[in-house]
């Protein structure tokens, strides 16, 4: 079975944009599994402070839900990196050669559709937040354009590593669907 590091070398080629592309994903990968445990730490902290030493909590569980929406949204790059999205793929095993490939294409094309409409909105979104001063209505009071910047990022980034999937497929460095030809 082949190492993440090869997987990734034989869908980027030589190319160094696609190279590039895919070290940003990993980046946003790490960064997210940072904030899964960062959460796991806080939410830890929290059980003690509420069942150990019977205080309250002001920011913490705020801070996980963020933590984790934003892990989530940070994280969408590197499982596409690494095709851990889930799919069907009866249709690209049934299909063979340029009919597979213009299948590839489509999908790619459509999801990038996709996704460019939702980073639009969650800019625009995000904008708002930033522009307008919100807050939380919580105790804590955190200025939202913070957490909301994920969903922008996120979606953004997300796009840029759809963008060199197909990038990948159209000029032949990586197989549609990472299927090999039988």
């Known amino acids: 079975?082949?190492?993440?590091?090869?997987?990734?070398?034989?869908?980027t080629g030589?190319?160094?944009?696609?190279?590039?592309?895919?070290?940003?994903?990993?980046?946003?990968g790490w960064t997210a599994a940072l904030m899964i445990l960062a959460s796991v730490l806080i939410t830890c902290q929290m059980i003690f402070i509420r069942f150990v030493l019977g205080e309250s909590t002001i920011w913490q569980t705020e801070a996980v839900i963020y933590l984790m929406i934003s892990a989530t949204l940070l994280g969408l790059p590197y499982v596409q990196?690494?095709?851990?999205?889930?799919?069907?793929?009866?249709l690209p095993i049934w299909a063979r050669g340029n009919i597979r490939k213009g299948l590839a294409i489509l999908v790619l094309a459509t999801t990038?559709?996709?996704?460019g409409v939702m980073t639009?909105?969650?800019?625009?979104?995000?904008?708002?937040?930033?522009?307008r001063g919100w807050k939380s209505e919580?105790?804590?009071?955190?200025?939202?354009?913070?957490?909301?910047?994920?969903?922008?990022?996120?979606?953004?980034?997300?796009?840029?590593?759809?963008?060199a999937d197909l990038m990948a497929v159209v000029f032949g460095i990586d197989k549609p669907f990472g299927l090999e030809e039988n």
Not at 120 to 131: G, L, Q, V
Not at 138 to 163: D, K
């Open 1 to 11: 079975m082949a190492t993440q590091s090869s997987a990734s070398a034989a869908r």
């Open 14 to 28: 030589k190319n160094p944009i696609l190279r590039a592309i895919a070290a940003l994903s990993t980046v946003c």
């Open 81 to 90: 990196l690494l095709r851990g999205h889930v799919n069907v793929d009866l």
């Open 112 to 115: 990038i559709a996709v996704i």
């Open 120 to 131: 639009f909105y969650a800019y625009e979104m995000w904008h708002f937040a930033w522009k």
């Open 138 to 163: 919580t105790v804590w009071a955190v200025r939202l354009w913070i957490p909301y910047l994920a969903m922008p990022l996120g979606f953004g980034l997300y796009l840029l590593q759809l963008s």
